[in-house]
């Protein structure tokens, strides 16, 4: 299908099936998130650290946009494009940042997780709602920085630590090293 010379190098019968478990796992768990909808927390990010780390960037960009697609049509509310976006450069910057790395670093991980809660959660995600939500009063845009901007500085401990934990755990590192042997 693609030589392992493109970006999306060639998976096994077996990688497929499991990145497609992962995918459908991220659509499930995406279900679950706690919070006010201008201040969502959920832990779909573990999932997409996880597909960063074992399949790269690219495979893990076209899960995040399936999987934005997907689960916006499965919510019933209305698709915006600017979600999609986020959602690949998110996973562009967990992929480039994690792909291949054996022992991830708390550093790498702290740095990432920075990223992507300030790049694309606070600023993106906070200027699609804005353009979604017709917000034109800078008072109410201000206060919804400030609110965003406070809940992901909070999260980024917990979120650095929890995707540390889960990217460095020994049990999941054996069971992926089966999955793809070197």
Do not use: C
């Amino acid at each position: 299908m693609f030589s392992s010379s493109s970006m999306f190098r060639r998976l096994t019968s077996r990688q497929l099936a499991v990145l497609g478990l992962l995918f459908a796992l991220e659509l499930v768990i995406g279900r679950l998130t706690f919070g006010p909808a201008n201040l969502k927390f959920g832990v779909t990010f573990i999932i997409v650290g996880l597909m960063a780390k074992y399949y790269g960037p690219y495979w893990t960009m076209l899960v995040a946009f399936v999987h934005d697609f997907v689960s916006t049509l499965w919510s019933g509310y209305g698709y915006f494009w600017g979600f999609a976006l986020s959602a690949l450069v998110a996973a562009a910057i967990y992929g480039f940042s994690f792909y291949g790395q054996k022992a991830v670093s708390w550093p790498r991980t702290l740095l990432t997780v920075a990223l992507v809660l300030f790049l694309v959660n606070t600023i993106m995600n906070t200027l699609w709602l804005i353009i979604m939500g017709h917000i034109t009063d800078p008072h109410a845009i201000v206060s919804l920085i400030g609110m965003r901007s406070i809940k992901e500085v909070i999260f980024l401990p917990i979120q650095t630590v929890l995707l540390h934990l889960v990217l460095n755990n020994q049990g999941l590192n054996h069971l992926f090293k089966r999955i793809f042997p070197e």
